[in-house]
C-alpha cells in the first residue's frame, strides 16, 4: 500500500490532515506528485515536511515557478510567486537551512516509473505543464496521443479534479465509481486530487491510496478557516486564494 498525493499548496493543515490520515490506515510510503507551494501561507514548512514523509516527489509547475519559470503565470499568480520565493529566502533563518530546501527543489524529477506505474504533475507527454482535463474525453486526437506515451497507469495531479480517465475515452469521478478504481489492465490516467486546494466543490483534502489492484479516493477534512486566515494575514497573498478553499472550487 502507499499513498499518492499532489498539490499540497503551502496548505500544511491539509497536508498535516492528509499525513495523519493514511498513517492510521498503515500506509508507511508516499509518493507526491508537485505543486507542494503556490498559493498558500506555509511553503517552508510545506517542503520540509514533504522532504521528511516522502519517499519520491516529482516536480511540479509551481515549484518550477519559484526557480524562474513562470512565463504562463498571470499578475496575480506572479504576486504569489514572489511572495513564496521570499519565504523560502528568508533572512531571519540559517542560511543552510534555506539552501536545503533550495536543493531539494532543485533536484526534483519530472517524472517517475515503477513497475506498472507512471508518476508526472501533467501528463506523461508534457510532464510538468500539460493539463488533462475531464473535458478531454471529447478531443481524441489528445487523449490518444497521450494514451500512448505509457504502458498501463499513470498517475497525475495538476487540473486538482479528482478522478479516471479510461482509454475509452470516459471520465469517472470518484463518486461515480464508490471512490475505487479497479486496476484492471486497461490502460487509465488517474488524478489524484489535490491535497491543499481542491477545485471539485468540496473543501476536504483529496488525495489516493494505491492497493495491490485497486486506487481508493479518500477525502480528508481539516481546518481550512484557519489556512484561509492566514492567507489574509500575510497581507500579500490575494483574497480570492483565501476564498478558494473556504468553497473548494
Ligand atoms: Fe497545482
Given amino acids: 500500500m502507499k499513498a499518492v498525493i499532489s498539490d499540497v499548496h503551502s496548505n ?8 495523519e490520515d493514511l498513517q ?5 510510503e508516499v509518493i507526491c506528485l508537485g505543486d507542494m507551494i503556490g498559493y498558500g501561507p506555509n511553503p517552508r514548512e510545506s517542503i520540509a515536511l514533504t522532504m521528511k514523509t516522502c519517499r519520491q516527489t516529482i516536480l511540479g509547475n509551481h515549484e518550477m515557478a ?9 499578475e496575480r499568480a ?6 513564496t520565493k521570499r519565504q523560502l529566502s528568508m533572512r531571519g533563518e540559517a542560511a ?4 536545503k530546501l533550495w536543493d531539494f527543489l532543485g533536484e526534483m524529477k519530472k517524472i517517475f516509473v515503477e513497475g506498472p506505474f507512471v508518476y508526472v504533475h501533467g501528463s506523461p507527454r508534457d510532464y510538468t505543464r500539460e493539463y488533462i482535463f475531464p473535458r478531454d474525453i471529447y478531443n481524441e486526437e489528445k487523449l490518444s496521443d497521450i494514451f500512448s506515451r505509457f504502458q498501463s497507469y499513470c498517475f497525475v495531479g495538476h487540473t486538482h479534479i ?3 480517465i479510461t482509454e475509452e475515452n470516459n471520465f469517472l469521478r470518484p463518486d461515480d465509481i464508490g471512490n475505487v478504481y479497479k486496476l484492471s489492465g486497461k490502460k487509465a490516467i488517474i488524478n489524484v486530487g489535490s491535497v491543499g486546494q481542491p477545485r471539485d466543490g ?6 489516493v491510496v494505491l492497493h495491490k489492484d485497486a486506487v481508493e479516493y479518500r477525502r480528508v477534512p481539516y481546518d481550512f478557516r484557519r489556512t484561509s486566515e492566514k492567507i489574509r494575514d500575510t497581507g500579500v497573498l490575494p483574497e480570492f486564494l483565501a476564498v478558494r478553499l473556504e468553497e473548494g472550487r
Fill in 12 to 19: 500544511i493543515e491539509a497536508f498535516k490532515a492528509v499525513l
Fill in 24 to 28: 492510521a490506515l498503515g500506509v508507511r
Fill in 66 to 74: 519559484v526557480m524562474g519559470d513562470h512565463e504562463d503565470f498571470n
Fill in 78 to 83: 506572479k504576486a504569489a510567486v514572489r511572495w
Fill in 96 to 99: 543552510e537551512v534555506n539552501k
Fill in 162 to 164: 479528482p478522478g479516471v
Fill in 202 to 207: 468540496d473543501t476536504r483534502a483529496c488525495y
